[in-house]
């Protein structure tokens, strides 16, 4: 079992930041790859970004240049830095450990004037 822990969400204005961390705990020997997804409201999950063990990454084309995605592999903590907000960046983010059903409970990040 693995137990993950979204934090770091809120309410910021059009261009502002905000970085997301994801903590994991229990069996993580067995964690590889990493995940941030999101889920605007009315909409379906989508995946923004991933890291793999060796910090190799990928990112959803909508925010390529804006977010950036790290791990502490000694902490067991994935981030998103999430920069230039956008209105359309509105949705509950989750973690997740790839090729698993493990997920965390989401953190709602809020961009509005």
């Known amino acids: 079992q693995v137990r993950l822990v979204e934090s770091g969400g809120g309410l910021v204005q059009p261009g502002g930041s905000l970085r997301l961390s994801c903590a994991a705990s229990?069996?993580?020997?067995?964690?590889?790859?990493m995940g941030w997804y999101r889920q605007p409201p009315g909409k379906q999950r989508e995946l923004v970004a991933t890291?793999?063990?060796?910090?190799?990454?990928n990112y959803h084309d909508s925010v390529k240049g804006r977010f950036t995605i790290s791990r502490d592999n000694a902490k067991n903590v994935v981030y998103l830095q999430m920069n230039n907000l956008k209105p359309e960046d509105t949705a509950v983010y989750y973690c997740?450990?790839?090729?698993?059903?493990?997920w965390g409970q989401g953190t709602q990040v809020t961009v509005s004037s």
């Open positions: 890291i793999t063990r060796d910090s190799n990454t």
């Open positions: 229990g069996s993580i020997f067995s964690i590889n790859a």
């Open positions: 997740k450990v790839l090729w698993t059903d493990y």
